[in-house]
C-alpha cells in the first residue's frame, strides 16, 4: 500500500530538548516536504526536498532542519524546540512530474511545554 | 501561485450533491487546480486535479469554467463521511513549485442527515 509513514504520532517535549520526527515514504517519490497546521494560519511549508542530498527553505524554515540522505526518509529536526513551535505536522510526497498528486501522513501533534 | 477564493462553510443534506465552489481568477496557463480534503486533523486527502478539461474520479467530478479563472468540485451523492475542510489549490507545473502545495482556509462541508 503507498502511504508515508511519520513518527511518532503525538509527542510532549520541554524546551531545548532536541527531537527528531521521521517521514518515511515507499513509493520512490522525489519531492517530500514538510508543514505545519496552525489553528487560523492553515498548513505552510516549512523545508522541501526535490530529491537526495537537494533540500530547501519553505515559508517557515526558522527552527528546523531537515536532510535527504536516502529516497525514501526526510527526518524533521527541532535543534531547541520552543514553545512555538507546537503544531501539527505533516510529511508529504510526491513524484517530480507536476501532473501528479501529493500523498500525506498522518501527522504528528508537537507539544513544547 | 495564483491565490484561491473558497466560502468559509456550506451545508448538504445526505445523498444530494455537494457542489464546492472555488475562484482562482488570476491563475496562469500552466497551473493546475486540485482538490483536497482534511478530516479532523487527519493528513489532507487528494481528491482530483484538472487543468482545463473537466475530469471525473470515483470520489468526485471537477467543472473548469472555460475561461479558467473559476471550477466547482462536485460529489455526487454526499455521505456523512464527506464532512471535512475543502481545499482548492492552484499548483505550479514548472521548477520547484510543481512540489509546493499552498493551502488557504478552505471551505467546512458539513453534511447532514
Known amino acids: 500500500e503507498a502511504q508515508v509513514t511519520q513518527n511518532p504520532r503525538y509527542l510532549i517535549t520541554v524546551t531545548g530538548k532536541k527531537l527528531t520526527v521521521t517521514c518515511s515514504q515507499n513509493m520512490n517519490h522525489e519531492y517530500m516536504s514538510w508543514y505545519r497546521q496552525d489553528p487560523g494560519l492553515g498548513l505552510r511549508q516549512i523545508y522541501y526536498s526535490m530529491n537526495v542530498e537537494v533540500t530547501d527553505k519553505g515559508d517557515v524554515p526558522e527552527g528546523y532542519k531537515v536532510s535527504r540522505k536516502e529516497k525514501r526518509n526526510f527526518p524533521l529536526i527541532l535543534e531547541s524546540p520552543s514553545p512555538n513551535q507546537t503544531s501539527l505536522y505533516f510529511c508529504?510526497?510526491?513524484?517530480?512530474?507536476?501532473?501528479?498528486?501529493?500523498?500525506f501522513g498522518q501527522g504528528t501533534r508537537l507539544t513544547v511545554v | 501561485d495564483a491565490k484561491t477564493t473558497q466560502p468559509t462553510s456550506m451545508d448538504c443534506a445526505e445523498g444530494r450533491a455537494a457542489n464546492l465552489p472555488c475562484n482562482h481568477s488570476t491563475i496562469s496557463g500552466n497551473e493546475y487546480v486540485y482538490w483536497y480534503r482534511q478530516i479532523h486533523s487527519q493528513g489532507p486527502q487528494y481528491i482530483i486535479h484538472g487543468l482545463k478539461n473537466n475530469e471525473t474520479n470515483e470520489m468526485a467530478s471537477l467543472i473548469i469554467t472555460e475561461d479558467r479563472k473559476s471550477s466547482t468540485l462536485i460529489l455526487p451523492h454526499a455521505t456523512l463521511r464527506d464532512t471535512a475542510v475543502y481545499y482548492c489549490i492552484v499548483r505550479g507545473a514548472g521548477g520547484t513549485s510543481y512540489g509546493k502545495l499552498t493551502f488557504g482556509q478552505g471551505t467546512i462541508l458539513t453534511v447532514h442527515p
Open positions: 508529504a510526497s510526491s513524484p517530480s512530474r507536476p501532473n501528479t498528486e501529493a500523498f
